[in-house]
């Protein structure tokens, strides 16, 4: 923001980079238009290499045409030909996005008094529409009629440092007081600044706690949580196993889209006061729903992180469908998390006053579950490490392979020493690390113990629920057990189930054995559309919790 003062002509070098000569002519706001962006993006802290391809509308507001003016009184005897072809306004507005190579709208919006005004009108527009994820709004015309100004400025749109008049046209390049409006709509602290800030920024220097310091690191806190143009990307770590940690990702989106998306917030990043967090996201729903998600991974995972690596979930139509069947305020339990990917789609499902346990029984899969959780910011979820079972016990067994190229997704804690004996040794290296130093003590308990036994749920650290919506279960092959052990609570919550049973469609329908646990508390179960090894069951009498 400010004025431009005394800037003269542009350099023959300046006009060049633009495509234009010193012998275009050039019409003098189109001139200051041209310097006007540059100055913005360098106070702003972002490069041309920063910009290109980004989602940047250009919306100018250009009052008149001076040059077209001159040339209809015949004040100005001859003009070239690049001259004719750059008199329009919006030609300049587009060599704008053609110089900065962006991919957003370039818009040039001529009104008689209040162009800047309607140019800010029409970004803030694009932007709620999702047009565009930023915008620059420029304004460089003669101020005959200063109302608009002083509209914009009351409105806090404009600094009133920015107040200028030029009474005839010829006096322009002289006097230089041209209004020059930009709105930098995530543009005065984008992510590059933004990072930058983060950076450096340190919360024990001098006046880290000051008002005006405060609000800027919350507004870094929105600019780099709802930056579209922040790109996917990958980091990789770890010490004693690597780990790939994924960032940034928004497509496809984690959570089922509404039937009717929330409407656009009216108020900008830069009005948000200092408030907790879920106050503020609230007032921001509909971008919120967009913001990105993390997750970190085990490296040499080919089968589950990998597809949560490239897609964000191993399979997002079984996901959406499990978010379907929740409310917000639900209770939801996630019999063998793994990684977590539908741990975080149901704890968004259930949202912050609803509750998710999910049940990891293999400590380093544990560890993956909880820093996605983390690194998701997730208040409502507990995860467990600790198997579910018909009966309370401890099993030595190896641990998931996280070294090499494996599938943990896969390991088992029923019938494990059986199937590394069964399978050749490659195999098995693939899904266990049989060179781990020592097996690991994997803790079963009973469902019912944990959740019916208000003392037994305070000692484990979990809350008191009054009620189970929905309970996943993928134990490879251990589901019986698991609906053995819980009998009490599903008789009780008469919650949702759905869970994998690929012994039932491995063998054709002969092992009915989960179907029978289920039908002897009066279930009865279907094949789930999105998943084709699993079913979902419900109470046979319509009882309970049913499938909306």
């Known amino acids: 923001m400010g004025v431009l003062e005394d800037q003269g002509t542009m350099s023959s070098a300046e006009l060049l980079a633009f495509g234009l000569s010193q012998e275009t002519n050039e019409d003098p706001r189109q001139t200051l238009l041209l310097r006007s962006v540059q100055d913005c993006f360098g106070q ?45 306004n919006a030609a300049n507005v587009n060599r704008l996005a ?31 529409e999702d047009r565009c994820s930023k915008a620059i709004v420029c304004s460089t015309h003669l101020i005959q009629h200063p109302v608009s100004l002083i509209v914009c400025c009351a409105m806090g749109q404009l600094s009133t440092t920015t107040r200028g008049r030029a009474r005839r046209p010829e006096t322009l390049l002289k006097t230089q007081r041209t209004l020059r409006l930009t709105l930098a709509l995530g543009v005065a602290l984008t992510v590059a600044p933004a990072k930058r800030y983060l950076l450096a920024v340190s919360s024990h220097g001098p006046g880290f706690y000051q008002e005006d310091n405060l609000h800027r690191y919350s507004r870094c806190l929105f600019v780099l949580r709802h930056a579209p143009e922040v790109p996917k990307d990958i980091f990789v770590g770890g010490q004693h196993h690597p780990t790939i940690v994924v960032v940034n990702h928004r497509e496809p989106h984690m959570q089922m889209p ?12 830069a009005d948000i006061p200092l408030q907790p967090f879920q106050d503020t996201s ?61 741990t975080v789609a149901l704890a968004e499902a259930v949202g912050p006053r609803g509750h998710v346990i999910a049940f990891e029984p293999f400590r380093w899969l544990h560890q993956l579950v909880v820093a996605n959780v983390a690194i998701n910011g997730l208040q409502n979820v507990w995860p467990v490490n600790a198997a579910l079972g018909q009966a309370e016990e401890r099993i030595l067994l190896y641990p998931p392979q996280l070294r090499f190229f494996s599938s943990p997704g896969g390991v088992r804690i029923k019938g494990q ?87 039932y469609f491995d063998s054709g329908g002969k092992d009915t054995a989960f179907l029978q646990a289920l039908a002897s508390v009066g279930y009865q179960c279907a094949r789930a559309d999105s998943a084709p090894g699993d079913v979902i069951c419900t109470d046979a009498g319509g009882q309970g919790h049913q499938i909306p």
Request: aromatic content about 8%; overall charge negative; proline content about 5%.
């Open 44 to 88: 702003s802290g972002l490069s041309k290499e920063e910009l290109r391809n980004q989602s940047m509308g250009f919306f100018c507001g250009l009052s008149g045409n001076e040059m077209y003016h001159k040339l209809v009184s015949g004040d100005l005897k001859s003009i070239g030909r690049a001259a004719q072809g750059l008199m329009s």
């Open 98 to 128: 053609w110089y900065y190579a962006t991919r957003g709208p370039s818009i040039c919006v001529d009104t008689e008094e209040s162009s800047g005004a309607a140019a800010m009108d029409t970004a803030l527009n694009y932007q709620r």
């Open 258 to 269: 509404p039937s009717q998306p929330p409407p656009w917030p009216r108020r900008k990043i």
């Open 282 to 342: 609230a007032e921001f729903v509909r971008l919120e729903r967009r913001t990105p998600h993390h997750f970190v991974l085990p490296f040499f995972d080919v089968n589950i992180g990998h597809a949560i690596k490239n897609q964000g979930s191993m399979n997002h139509m079984q996901s959406y469908q499990m978010q379907v069947l929740l409310r917000p305020g639900d209770v939801a339990i996630d019999v063998g998390a793994n990684l977590g990917c539908y």
């Open 417 to 503: 020493q059986e199937e590394v004996q069964a399978k050749h040794q490659h195999e098995a290296f693939q899904l266990y690390d049989l060179m781990a130093q020592e097996p690991e003590s994997v803790r079963v308990v009973r469902l019912d113990d944990l959740l019916l036994d208000g003392e037994r749920a305070q000692s484990w650290a979990l809350p008191l629920v009054k009620d189970v919506r929905l309970i996943k279960i993928d134990v490879e092959g251990m589901e019986v057990a698991v609906v053995q052990g819980a009998l009490g609570l599903i008789s009780h919550f008469r919650p949702i189930i759905w869970a994998e049973n690929n012994a």
